[in-house]
Each structure stands twice: as structure tokens, then as C-alpha cells.
């Protein structure tokens, strides 16, 4: 259980890097239509009507799900666990969100990695509860 927090918990970290990084628009552009082809790669990715400020909502947020795994990775087994279906539940709203995101077809190619990437994460933390371990 402990493995799992320590490494959701330092991946947010490096996600609130690069949401910190994506408030530069030529990062902003890179991160979600260049590389990640979430964005239609029709026109670059620019920031407008607030993005600049969800992105720094975004980052402490992340920030705080980063502390809170890292956090509960040193505690007590039954608050390791209840952060772990904390995490099952966030990464299962973030997949109905890619579902959605997906079928809506408003977005490029690379939402579709958004799936494997939730699944994965939600899939593993209920595999660590189910298994105690």
C-alpha cells in the first residue's frame, strides 16, 4: 500500500510541475496539443477566458493529492487505506470525465490516453485494497 502512495504521490508532484510550467503558453501548447495530442492540433493551444488561473486551481490541487499520499504512505494502515479508495474514486470520476471527454469528440487523439492512464491508476488501487497490501 505504502509503494502505491509514495508513487501516486510523486507523480502528482511532477504534475504540479508541469501544470506550473503549462502557465507559459509555448509549455501550455507542448504539453496538451503537441505531445499529448489531447487538443486538436488544428491551431496551437492559447490561453484565454481563466485557463492560466484553473491551471494554478489545478496545481494546488495536485499539490494537495500529492501531500496527502505522501503523507499517508508513513501512517497507520486503516488511513493508508481510506486514502486509497480516496484515490480509486478521484481516478474513477477522472475516467468517466475521459469517457466523456472522448465520446464528445471535441477533443484530439490523445484523450484516448487519458484511459489506460486512469484505468491503471484506479485499477492498481483497488488491486492494493483488495490485496490489504
Keep these: 500500500m505504502a509503494t502505491f502512495l509514495y508513487f501516486i ?62 503523507r499517508a504512505a508513513g501512517g497507520n494502515p486503516a488511513w493508508m487505506a481510506e486514502v486509497v479508495r480516496m484515490d480509486v474514486l478521484v481516478y474513477g470520476a477522472f475516467e468517466v470525465m475521459a469517457i466523456v471527454g472522448t465520446a464528445s469528440r471535441k477533443f484530439g487523439p490523445g484523450m484516448w490516453v487519458c484511459h489506460p492512464l486512469w484505468i491503471g491508476q484506479g485499477g492498481w488501487g483497488l488491486a492494493v485494497l483488495l490485496n490489504g497490501t
Design 9 to 70: 504521490g510523486t507523480v502528482n508532484l511532477l504534475g504540479v510541475v508541469m501544470l506550473f510550467a503549462a502557465l507559459r503558453e509555448d509549455v501550455h501548447d507542448l504539453l496538451l496539443r503537441r505531445w499529448t495530442r489531447i487538443l486538436r492540433a488544428d491551431e496551437p493551444a492559447r490561453h484565454g477566458n481563466g485557463s492560466r488561473l484553473w491551471t494554478v486551481w489545478a496545481a494546488v490541487g495536485t499539490l494537495g493529492f500529492a501531500w496527502l499520499n505522501l
